[in-house]
């Protein structure tokens, strides 16, 4: 059987006219089999049909294509069986596709874009969608945009009235994203970024993927190689997260710097509207009686000032970082309340997904992690609109049953209209570069993937209250349920009769430190149990710690080694555990083994004892009581430590061994 690329490369040898006459017909056998999986008529060929002998049977490729999807020869038929995979039909209908676009001329890559959008969008049964109200949304609004009259594009008369509300937020962001490309601003942006720091880190990475790529085998199928522009982009996301930028749950006292209640909303002053605050949030600092104001500013050249906020100031003041850097940026608005960025790679020929969060080209993270469910996702440039919903689903028909606050022709119709204005003053070879792009995406939309073991996350910004109202906790895993880990010592720790682990709650990494290649990210890891226990990282305060999670009373975590069959047992353990508790929170902890227990200490001096001297198994424990109020689950704090203290470990086990 010919491979896939054989089988294309075997069809593009025919003149254009032919391959276009024979690639159509190809792709509609592979269409109809993919959206009609279940259909036996679909699947069968015949090969003295008179279409089937006159247009692919005599063209080189052809039926090496049809069998490439995995048909088989039955005397004078084709035939894909009912339980043949469909991979490989994707897999050349994509090929072909993209193919296609090659030879087209622009207008009719235009005609194919607008034929393949209807495609994707198609909702089953075709079923009339009735007026919705419009999203209410967290993010901080974005307000209309004093625009010349000649510069907005007026909607059409014959639109429902959820249509005008949608155009009205549609046309706003459209114009909001122009303020991105204002040197002043693109200056002031560049001279804030270590880009040079940031520029030695993606090189240090270049060279190692450099080393790797010439131990590997190259394929037809092999992704293109990262390029020093694509390994700044996850450099410059992580300096922006951790260095740059905080994320606000509730606005600390402007006067004591302490903790605050939400107090209500303000309208904002001429000052702050200014700058574009849509709304202000209000904060009341019981500790010094003082009132704090959150504007939630919309400009992103204040956001450069105040460097602060959430979902909505993070996208915001990023793109325009990323513009300041020379990438082709997006603002991606979720219309189910959160936003983010997309840069162009030039090298993988795609746009690529960064999230404030923690995800960099992660696009599934929010339907598969978060479990959100989806409506509409658009993606606003200087040069362009797209609706990019389809990116960010792998259930496209669940989704298409949401999007009830416009008609689909309707939102294609005018987001048509409003990319045909934007671009009118471009050079036509931008143009057909920006067309070209748009039809490699709706490949890509149309054929939606898995999500990746890293997408099944939930959100990890905002308190736990918060996302769980908001439905993005995502599946969490429950350790308590999972395999428990039990240490065993290895050669070199039988050896120097020394089991020495220590844990850093700033990577959130263990290190075996006699046997110093075992390393482990993750504190549930290597924990033996977990109970109600999550890791906080608290990026106002520099902090990070284990705590309850929000709402259990107790929580706890435990540590097990086993010296079964090793010849030796336990002489003296050491334990040292920097934590810290407010209010009446506690952390108790004890050492266990069959039924004796002992009472330790878990304090930064440590604790020696050889009380469970002689035995071959123990368990270490820390539970987690107490506190006051809605935040009592913080009030008890394992291993808090400042995020950027590395180098200390907030844990530090070690078990002396002398021989049975």
């Known amino acids: 059987m010919a491979t896939e690329q054989t089988a294309v490369r075997l069809l593009l040898s025919n003149p254009s006219s032919i391959f276009l006459d024979c690639s159509e017909l190809l792709l509609r056998y592979a269409e109809n089999i993919i959206r009609n999986p279940q259909e036996p008529k679909f699947r069968t060929i015949r090969l003295e049909n008179q279409v089937v002998r006159s247009r692919l049977v005599p063209i080189p490729g052809a039926l090496d294509c049809l069998k490439a999807m995995g048909f088989t020869q039955r005397e004078e038929k084709l035939v894909l069986l009912p339980d043949t995979p469909l991979d490989d039909v994707i897999k050349i209908r994509d090929q072909i596709t993209v193919e296609r676009l090659k030879k087209l001329s622009p207008a009719q890559q235009n005609a194919q874009a607008a034929e393949t959008s209807a495609q994707a969008t198609s909702q089953p049964g075709g079923a009339a969608r009735e007026p919705a109200a419009s999203a209410v949304t967290e993010m901080s609004s974005v307000p209309a945009q004093t625009t010349p009259q000649s510069q907005v594009v007026q909607p059409s008369n014959n639109i429902l009235a959820s249509e005008r509300q949608f155009y009205a937020r549609l046309e706003s962001s459209f114009q909001h994203v122009l303020l991105y490309e204002d040197p002043v601003l693109q200056a002031k942006a560049r001279s804030l970024i270590p880009e040079e720091e940031l520029r030695a880190k993606a090189q240090e990475k270049l060279k190692v993927l450099e080393e790797l790529e010439k131990e590997e085998t190259k394929t037809d199928n092999s992704p293109p190689p990262l390029t020093l522009e694509d390994l700044i982009l996850p450099e410059l996301r992580r300096w922006f997260k951790k260095d740059f930028f905080k994320w606000v749950d509730k606005a600390p006292c402007d006067g004591c710097g302490g903790r605050t209640t939400a107090a209500g909303m303000a309208n904002p002053t001429p000052a702050e509207q200014m700058w574009q605050a849509g709304r202000v949030e209000l904060y009341h600092c019981a500790t010094c009686q003082r009132q704090t104001r959150f504007p939630r500013y919309n400009h992103p050249g204040k956001l450069l000032e105040t460097r602060r906020g959430r979902c909505g100031e993070w996208a915001n003041c990023f793109t325009l970082l990323c513009r300041s850097l020379g990438y082709e940026a997006r603002h991606v608005v979720d219309w189910t309340d959160h936003c983010w960025t997309e840069c162009y790679s030039t090298s993988q020929q795609r746009w690529l997904h960064l999230d404030g969060e923690k995800y960099y080209d992660k696009p599934l993270v929010y339907e598969a992690g978060w479990k959100k469910k989806l409506t509409y996702i658009i993606a606003y440039s200087k040069d362009e609109i797209r609706d990019v919903t389809w990116r960010y689903s792998c259930r496209h028909q669940e989704v298409c049953a949401r999007r009830k606050e416009c008609r689909e022709s309707w939102l294609r119709e005018t987001v048509t209209r409003m990319n045909e204005k934007r671009q009118a003053g471009l050079s036509q070879e931008r143009k057909d570069e920006l067309v070209r792009r748009f039809l490699v995406e709706l490949v890509e939309f149309i054929s939606p993937r898995r999500p990746g073991e890293k997408e099944m996350g939930g959100r990890t910004t ?148 050889r009380d469970l001297e002689g035995v071959t198994s123990f368990t270490l424990t820390a539970d987690l009581r107490g506190g006051r109020g809605d935040h009592a689950w913080q009030h008890a704090q394992l291993f808090r430590q400042a995020l950027d203290r590395m180098e200390e470990f907030p844990l530090d086990i070690q078990v002396h061994l002398k021989p049975l």
């Open 462 to 609: 905002g308190s736990v209250a918060w996302r769980l109202a908001r439905g993005e906790l995502g599946t969490q895993k429950d350790k308590s349920k999972a395999e428990p880990h039990v240490f065993r010592l290895s050669e070199q720790e039988k050896k120097g009769r020394l089991f020495h682990l220590v844990y850093c709650t700033a990577n959130d990494k263990y290190t075996r430190l006699y046997n110093n290649v075992d390393m482990k990210v993750g504190w549930q890891n290597w924990a033996h149990t977990v109970q109600d226990v999550f890791r906080k990282e608290e990026h106002d305060w520099n902090m990070c710690y284990l705590a309850r999670t929000e709402g259990a009373t107790t929580g706890s975590v435990s540590w097990k080694l086993d010296l079964s069959g090793s010849g030796l047992c336990v002489q003296e353990i050491k334990v040292v555990a920097r934590s810290q508790t407010f209010e009446n929170g506690s952390i108790s902890w004890q050492l266990c083994s069959g039924d004796k227990c002992i009472l330790l200490n878990g304090d930064a001096e440590g604790t020696k004892t």
